[in-house]
């Protein structure tokens, strides 16, 4: 039986949804300040005045009488799923505004990139944008990767911790106390970790000769950028605009330590590497990475352009890596990414894209710790066949502590496996349907639905919009859980549906 929601649910969510614009509008502020400092005053006023719209319509539903205060679990998903819409939509309205779109849609289009930490973008002349819509594309980038850690740890990880995985069943639990508890940690070790590589990538674009105010605004748009996993640059030609080796290898390591589960890079910081060591996630990628890397610089090696071993050691690695945190950077001028890496290294970066990195982190994707569950129940599955009927064989992972993986939980896994695998098949046929090669549009499919944004050899800038609308889809799913979202829009229809049928059960009593 489908539970539907109520009058209250919708009133709470409204409610909550006016403090999520209020702390856009405020968010709009930043660049609103960095434009009066540098004296951009045309957008200064743009995000003033959106700042205010968003102020204006979140104090208007903030005025909605809600009792009791506060969000369950059900509540919490749908506020998300309809707010990362909601924030994009209004984000894009001081970016369309610059000029550098041909369309609102457009513009949309790259919040919803930005906000869920997707390296995509279909804006003209971005070397000429203004210094303050640059910031605010990174300021989105942050906000997205904030949301993305706080959500997973109050509500994604609990399926680690064996407690309720679904979001089918009515709870009553308020998680507001943890969610901010959460948020205050996921600020202190992203913006911690930003500050480090910041100033050490702002060391490294001073020895590159840049002047020292680009330096520092450059290079801490690349920590935001690498620490968040979002692979956003400043630059139209991305990381390789800057033809820095050590700027590069900074980011590379940021990507990897913004791809380790938020927990354990807070024991990190903290000096204690046992928990991550140990790790679960950390096992898998180990053995699933080295795999991969090891085939990805074989199909490089029959590259023309990549054939020999600094560049192999340099740029392999630096794109392997990228690909496998769902970072989307690339060291390689994006107008000549596909004629470099050659097919067969594409694929093997797209499979690594799919499966992504750490759960409680920013990356997307499937994530090493339901790799790992699907792999050691498939190898349990086949041990049991061959065992007698009294042997009992139990999983285990290592996560904060030993765990037992209870079936449910596989169950789950698995179900999220499979929903990622439809949903970039689903998103790739599409491409075919549109003209496009079956390698190019399974990797653009599965660089959208894994939030990394790789180029490929599909030019978004000319691409149909229905085609961009599907993107749209994949990007915003592949952030939220699919089957948090799937449940609650399942219920939503359900909810729908069940007024209808009430309605017309009492126009036919009526007559």
Not at 11 to 18: L, P, V
Not at 190 to 207: H, K, P, R, Y
Not at 292 to 300: C, G, K, Q, R
Not at 338 to 366: H, K, N, Y
């Amino acid at each position: 039986m489908w539970l539907h929601f109520t009058v209250r649910d919708a009133r709470s969510i409204s409610y909550y949804m006016g403090v999520v614009l209020v702390a856009e509008a405020f968010a709009m502020l930043v660049p609103f300040v960095f434009a009066c400092f540098i004296y951009e005053w045309e957008a200064a006023a743009r995000y003033l005045f959106w700042a205010g719209i968003c102020a204006i319509i979140g104090t208007g539903l903030r005025m909605i009488r809600i009792y009791p205060e506060g969000l369950n679990r059900q509540q919490t998903t749908l506020l998300a799923a309809l707010g990362w819409l909601v924030v994009a939509l209004m984000g894009a309205f001081p970016l369309w505004f610059s000029g550098h779109f041909d369309s609102y849609f457009n513009a949309f289009f790259d919040c919803v990139a930005a906000f869920t930490t997707t390296n995509v973008s279909v804006m003209h002349d971005l070397d000429h944008l203004s210094y303050a819509d640059n910031l605010w594309r990174f300021v989105m980038a942050f906000s997205g990767g904030i949301a993305v850690v706080t959500l997973s740890l109050t509500l994604g990880e609990n399926e680690l911790r064996g407690h309720r995985d679904t979001y089918f069943e009515e709870s009553t639990e308020h998680i507001l106390p943890r969610a901010f508890k959460a948020l205050r940690a996921v600020i202190y070790i992203i913006v911690a970790t930003i500050v480090l590589f910041g100033i050490l990538q702002t060391c490294a674009l001073l020895a590159q000769g840049f002047y020292p105010p680009h330096a520092v605004f450059h290079g801490f748009m690349l920590a935001v950028s690498a620490s968040t996993t979002s692979g956003i640059s400043p630059m139209e030609n991305g990381i390789a605009y800057y033809h820095s080796w050590p700027l590069a290898f900074l980011i590379m390591i940021a990507t990897i330590f913004g791809g380790i589960n938020v927990r354990l890079r807070l024991r990190a910081l903290q000096g204690n590497l046992r928990p991550l060591a140990h790790d679960t996630a950390t096992h898998t990628a180990i053995f699933w990475w080295l795999l991969l890397l090891v085939v990805f610089i074989a199909s490089l090696i029959l590259s023309s352009q990549v054939n020999k071993l600094p560049a192999l050691f340099t740029t392999g690695m630096f794109e392997f890596f990228s690909a496998a945190t769902t970072s989307g950077f690339s060291i390689i001028n994006v107008h000549y990414n596909p004629q470099v890496i050659p097919s067969g290294g594409l694929l093997v970066l797209s499979v690594a894209t799919a499966i992504g990195a750490s759960s409680g982190s920013t990356t997307g994707g499937i994530q090493l710790e339901r790799l790992s569950i699907v792999a050691r129940s498939a190898i349990n599955t086949m041990r049991q066949a061959i065992s007698p009927d009294s042997a009992h064989q139990v999983i285990t992972i290592k996560h904060m502590g030993r765990r037992v993986v209870s079936d449910r939980l596989i169950q789950t896994s698995m179900l999220v496996f499979i929903l990622y695998i439809s949903m970039y098949t689903i998103g790739a046929l599409i491409g075919v349907i549109y003209g496009y090669d079956a390698v190019s549009a399974l990797s653009q499919s599965i660089t959208m639905a894994s939030n990394a944004g790789l180029s490929t050899s599909i030019d978004l800038m000319t691409a149909p919009d229905l085609l961009k609308f599907i993107y749209i889809l994949e990007m915003w799913l592949g952030r939220l859980g699919l089957i948090a979202v799937l449940g609650i829009f399942a219920k939503l229809i359900f909810t729908v549906s069940a007024g209808i049928n009430r309605r017309f059960l009492q126009r036919s009593h009526n007559r």
